[in-house]
């Protein structure tokens, strides 16, 4: 008798344990840690594990062939600061490059993103046209910038030739002088239109109510562009200026296309510096304490510039 009751009071607690389990999955946060839990696997697997890799490979000796590693301490960050030639070439290249990247393609985006919000004919066929360079393979991007650059058969000189311009006539990417704004030039044509894409989200979502009362109130289209788009769009702005600065900081492909870090280092930047150090020098350690410095400079710039635009935004609010 006492088995029998036992088992009829596990029947009737059945259901109420399946009531429980089906109020915690209902609650958000669970369900919210259940969806972002693949993501983060992922990012755990994919980017956590290997940076903190870098990292250890940072304080190591390895060619990346053998499976001896030494530790070798602080000896790669202190051969890269102080006795490599060439880091403190990239480290000058990279902060040139960061600070033209920050400028250049958010305010070509940004006046893209202006005159397609516009309802002119033929607007989406044109917003396709502006955003296709993002789309096309950077090597791509870089052979067809490279052709557009020769000395000899190239579209510029070509150009320039035929209107009777030959003292402009030069070597875009044989002269150290120029190459880095050369390369640079295609870079804009390559990511001026991510930054028109998020612009033109941004714009699309100022409030029409807050325009038209502007309007009414007088306002002309500097002042609504002043007091009523430009606050608006301040986290797009940010988000922006972000992306363009971290995609900058880690330039590799467009200019290892281009020029390879050359003439004479002068195109040579600190991504793929660690790239040639690593998977063309054999020298791990060396690649992996420049990969280190690049991110150490990113947190740098990164985590204060958010916390001051948060900042403001907050004393806005």
């Known amino acids: 008798m006492a088995v029998n009751i036992s088992a009829a009071d596990r029947h009737a607690r059945m259901p109420a344990r399946s009531g429980q389990l089906r109020r915690k999955l209902q609650d958000p946060t669970l369900q919210g840690l259940m969806l972002l839990a693949p993501a983060v696997l992922a990012y755990a697997v994919f980017a956590f ?23 070798v301490g602080l000896d790669n960050y202190r051969y890269v600061l102080a006795d490599d030639p060439v880091f403190w070439v990239a480290f000058k290249n990279t902060l040139i490059w960061t600070f033209l990247s920050v400028i250049f393609p958010p305010l070509i985006g940004f ?40 000395p000899f058969f190239g579209l510029f000189n070509s150009l320039l030739s035929a ?7 030069q ?9 880095l704004y050369s390369v640079f030039i295609g870079y804009v044509w390559e990511v001026a239109g991510f ?17 038209e ?6 306002a002309g289209r500097f002042q609504l562009f002043r007091y009523v788009t430009l ?30 870090g050359g003439p004479a280092q002068s195109t040579q930047m600190l ?33 204060p510039y958010l916390r001051w635009t948060l900042k403001r935004q907050e004393a806005y609010q």
């Open 171 to 179: 070597d875009w990417l044989g002269d150290r002088n120029v190459a």
């Open 231 to 260: 606050p608006a769009l301040r986290p797009t702005i940010t988000i922006v200026l972000i992306l363009s600065l971290i995609n900058s900081l880690k330039a590799f492909d467009i200019v290892y296309g281009m020029t390879g």
């Open 271 to 303: 991504a793929m510096w660690a790239y040639t150090q690593a998977m063309q020098l054999g020298d791990f350690g060396r690649g992996s304490a420049i990969s280190v410095v690049l991110l150490l400079i990113t947190v740098a710039i990164v985590i």
């Open 49 to 71: 594990y290997p940076m903190i890799d870098v990292i250890q490979l940072s304080f190591m000796k390895w060619n990346g062939l053998n499976a001896d590693k030494h530790w």
């Open 111 to 150: 006046g893209l993103a202006l005159g397609l919000n516009q309802n002119i004919p033929g607007r989406s066929p044109l917003r396709a046209l502006f955003y296709m360079p993002v789309i096309i393979a950077p090597i791509a991007v870089a052979t067809m910038w490279r052709w557009m650059f020769d």
């Open 213 to 218: 009362a502007a309007r009414i109130d007088g």
């Open 195 to 211: 930054s028109m894409v998020l612009f033109l989200a941004g714009l699309q979502g100022v409030s029409q109510t807050l325009i």
């Open 163 to 169: 209107a009777g311009w030959p003292n402009l006539i």
